[in-house]
């Protein structure tokens, strides 16, 4: 019987973890379903990230080298502002349907619901614009090696973005203006990343090696994984008080 008492807690420790991951995974799902029934949303991240930086070069000289000098600038510019604009609704819309109160009231720990809604996000706005990115490194003129750069980057990159947007959304849930706030808190903390994106790419077009640059955008991603849940679930919780 003592053994049998022993391993209970360790068993209902494993079932909570379990229904935890459960909950995390059905909202993930569920922005999943609706970000495939509003396609027109979901997709609108994309279609600014390519018209954007597809239309700045008209802008430029179409001298070649030129245009392969600024490229990584403008298409992590383009980036940041493509994984920034669907935020606003990130949850605004479950404050509006009732989900939050369900969300902060829930037994899973709200940092784990947050981290599948920015897991979620980085899917559907942050996914196809890595994706995406080397049709815009050869419209730029970049050679193999800058694109391959140019898409590491933005994988360890995007992440970063969405994790830094969903700590904006939560702290400005509720208010007017959301949109605008949102980049005001945002975008100084994104420059790192859109600073260092820039210079992989350029390093590898010098012929240097990318890797300190880049290994200072995965630091950034572990920071922000570890940080930004706990953020968001504190934001959350006074939203819904």
């Known amino acids: 019987m003592s053994h049998a008492m022993a391993r209970t807690p360790a068993a209902s420790g494993d079932a909570g973890a379990y229904q935890a991951l459960r909950a995390a995974r059905a909202m993930w799902r569920r922005d999943w379903r609706l970000a495939q029934r509003r396609r027109g949303e979901a997709l609108l991240p994309l279609g600014f990230f390519l018209v954007s930086a597809a239309l700045q070069p008209l802008g430029l000289s179409p001298e070649p080298a030129l245009l392969r000098q600024v490229a990584p600038g403008l298409i992590w510019s383009a980036a940041l502002l493509a ?4 935020l606003p609704a990130l949850f605004a819309q479950d404050q509006a349907d009732g989900s939050l109160d369900q969300m902060c009231l829930s037994p899973a720990p709200l940092w784990l619901l947050a981290t599948a809604k920015v897991a979620g ?5 942050g996914a196809p614009l890595v994706a ?6 050869v419209l730029y003129g970049l050679d193999a090696s800058a694109i391959l750069t140019l898409a590491l980057g933005l994988l360890l990159g995007t992440p970063v973005l969405s994790l830094l947007g969903a700590v904006g959304a939560a702290l400005t849930v509720g208010l007017r203006q959301a949109a605008a706030l949102i980049l005001l808190i945002v975008l100084p903390l994104a420059v790192p990343v859109l600073v260092f994106g820039s210079s992989a790419v350029q390093a590898t077009q010098a012929g240097q090696s990318p890797l300190a ?3 200072l955008i995965a630091a950034q991603l572990l920071v922000m ?3 930004a849940p706990f953020l968001i679930s504190k934001a959350l ?4 008080e």
Not at 132 to 137: A, R, V
């Open 83 to 86: 994984a920034l604009l669907p």
């Open 225 to 227: 994984a570890w940080l």
């Open 121 to 125: 996000h980085w899917c559907w706005a």
């Open 213 to 215: 640059p880049l290994g």
């Open 237 to 240: 919780r006074l939203a819904c």
């Open 132 to 137: 995406m990115s080397p049709l815009l490194g």
